[in-house]
Each structure stands twice: as C-alpha cells, then as structure tokens.
C-alpha cells in the first residue's frame, strides 16, 4: 500500500518508482496506489476507485478513463483544468530580498545567499525537493524564523528584524506548509480559528475587545464560500478532515487582504474541486495587484499558476525559468542539481545562452501570453 509516495521526488524519481511498480505487479504482488494527482492513477493503476465524502462513489478502468471523468466523480461536477490567458501585468516590486542566509535549528545553514524579487501581480513560483530550504526561506519572509544575514524588504521597507505581527499588519499573509502545527489550533472551535491572525485587525477586534459576531461572521463565511465540510463554524478544527481543515486555512488567511501572500502547498491534501477553486482565488488576488510567492512540491500547479519560476536546490537558486519554455522533466533536472539544455530559455541566461549567476530570481521574464 503506497499513499501519496510521489509527494517529494522529482518527475524522474516518479518514473523509477513507477518502473518499480511495474516489476512487483509482473512478479504477481497487488498494490494498493493513493493519490491526489489523476495522471498518477491514469498512468500507473489497472482499475481506479473514487472516493468522495468517504464512499467509493465508483470504478473505472484505468486505460480507458479521462481527467475529465475522474475529476467529475470526485467532486460531483465538470472541473475546468485550463484557465484563460491573463490581461494584467506585473507591477514594481512589493517584496525584495537579498543575499539572505538562514540556518536550521540545527545551526546548518539551509538558505545560501539567496537573493529574489516578487512584484505586484505576479506570482513567482519556487520549485525544489522538499528540504532544499523552502521553509527557513519562507519562515524567514513571513517572521517565523530570523535571518542569519541579508535583507528582507517589504514594499519599500526593511522588515528583516520585524515580528510577524508586525508583518500581518503590514500586509504580509501566509499559508504555512503544516496547517496541524502552525496554521490551526485543533481544540479550538472554526469560530476561533477565524480570529488567529486578525486579533488587532478592524472589524473583528476594536478598542483592544474582540467583536465575536463579526469573527463568526468570518468563520461561516469561509465556511460557505470554501465548502468546508461540515458546514458548522462551531465545530472543532480537529474534527474536519485534513482536506477540508487546509480549505479553512487557505480562506482565512486570502480574506487577509494582504499585499503579498505566501503560499506554502496551499492544495495540499484537497480534492480537485477546490484546488480548482483555489487556484482561481489565487489569480484573483494575482490580477488584483498582490504579489504571491508560492513553493509548491506539485509541478503541474507551480506551472499552471507562475509567472516565473525560480528552481531551489540545496539552499540557492540555480535558476529562473518561464514557465511556457519548461517541460516537467527539465524542472526535475534542476532541482536534482542538473542542468538542462540550451534550447529550453531560462530567465536567467546571459546573452551567450549560458547560466547567468547573481541574482536570478530577480531577472523579469516575458511571457507569450501577455505575462
């Protein structure tokens, strides 16, 4: 029984594993596949069971099945997998940082001398094997983790030093990666859920006291416009399942109306249909002039939504890439450290065609789409 095994390998690790699949099936073994990403089932599986609202809503066989129908038995309606070209253009820079170095709680330096920039509109997409420092970067942004050296710059402001409240109200949002340990408190009803990052934000607290209707007002509409499952704002977080605590989470913190969000695996562990519904949330906000950095293990995802996409590997950045000109397997190249060839265009290549080396996260990239 393998559940979700493909989460953190790159799409060439993916293939092996998926050779190895093969060979047990060959040898007579029965294997039991879970996962979220359709072409994962459509690709590996003999025969496909939908679960929907923990019942198996039904079975398909795997070679003659479409995305099409399994995204409808999973969410009960037609999923728009393509979405339209966008009419907006990135703006200036709404956050800005250079030469950042963190460490671990293990004192082990895990973000190297990183330097990028995310305009106003734009979102800028950081793929990377997990571990690569995906986190200390974001905990570093958001103020969860301080900055060893460097710069953190926020719309014209040094905010290297400053508290995370300091940053919420200033406008920096944030969907952490682990919703069980930093984004909700399971004991707590989704009433109080709701109020965690707006305890000194207008209209849920005024004059130091807490306007509770305003907060349940919040919570059921998270809770409505997310479909979060029950539909009671009363219940205790712990009691949703993962999927549906995640779309709780992602609500709250995009109703923020920040200025940047940083998005760390916003769809983990959600179902098609709100992914989709996420995804648009997130180019609402992109087309509205917020700037969003998003780290995402979901390759499809980082480069359905990015304007640009900056490849971690081992605490730096070996490359800035437009999403338009990179395949699946050129992503996996680098992030495993590889380099890819000269005919894919880079954002960061000099004029020689060559890997250019300084700032790459911070090199603007067109887009054919208008981008």
Do not use: C
Not at 167 to 179: F, H, K, L, S, T
Not at 209 to 216: H, I, K, P, T
């Amino acid at each position: 029984m393998l559940d979700e095994p493909t989460a953190v390998l790159t799409p060439q690790e993916v293939e092996s594993l998926f050779e190895v699949m093969a060979e047990l099936t060959d040898r007579g073994r029965s294997l039991v596949f879970i996962t979220h990403k359709l072409e994962e089932a459509m690709a590996v599986a003999d025969e496909i069971t939908v679960l929907r609202d923990g019942k198996a809503v039904g079975t398909v066989d795997g070679d003659a099945t479409t995305r099409q129908e399994l995204a409808r038995m999973m969410v009960g309606r037609d999923v728009l997998f393509e979405s339209e070209p966008r009419t907006t253009t990135p703006g200036e820079p709404i956050l800005d940082v250079s030469d950042l170095v963190v460490h671990d709680d293990r004192g082990l330096a895990q973000v190297r001398g990183v330097d990028l920039t995310v305009r106003r509109g734009e979102i800028l997409g950081v793929a990377g094997v997990e571990g690569n420092g995906q986190r200390e970067l974001v905990e570093a942004i958001t103020g969860l983790r301080s900055a060893d050296e460097g710069r953190v710059g926020f719309d014209g402001s040094d905010v290297t030093t400053a508290s995370r409240r300091d940053r919420i109200e200033a406008g920096i949002a944030y969907v952490p990666e682990d919703r069980l340990v930093e984004g909700l408190v399971l004991d707590y009803d989704l009433v109080r859920n709701a109020l965690l990052g707006n305890q000194t934000v207008e209209p849920f607290v005024s004059g130091g006291f807490v306007d509770w209707g305003a907060v349940r007002d919040h919570a059921e509409s998270i809770v409505t416009e997310y479909d979060v499952n029950p539909d009671d704002a009363d219940v205790r977080a712990e009691s949703l399942s993962g999927g549906n605590q995640q779309k709780f989470l992602v609500g709250r913190e995009l109703e923020h109306d920040p200025s940047l969000l940083v998005a760390a695996h916003p769809t983990r562990g959600v179902d098609i249909g709100s992914i989709e519904f996420i995804h648009g949330r997130l180019r609402e906000m992109r087309d509205a002039g917020v700037g969003i950095l998003l780290v995402s293990s979901k390759l499809d995802e980082i480069q359905q939504l990015s304007d640009r996409i900056a490849v971690l590997y081992e605490g730096e950045f070996v490359a800035v890439v437009d999403p338009n000109e990179v395949t699946e397997e050129d992503l996996g190249l680098l992030m495993a450290g590889q380099s890819i060839t000269n005919e894919v265009t880079t954002a960061g290549d000099d004029e020689t065609g060559g890997r250019a080396t300084g700032s790459p996260a911070d090199v603007p990239t067109e887009r054919g789409d208008g981008r």
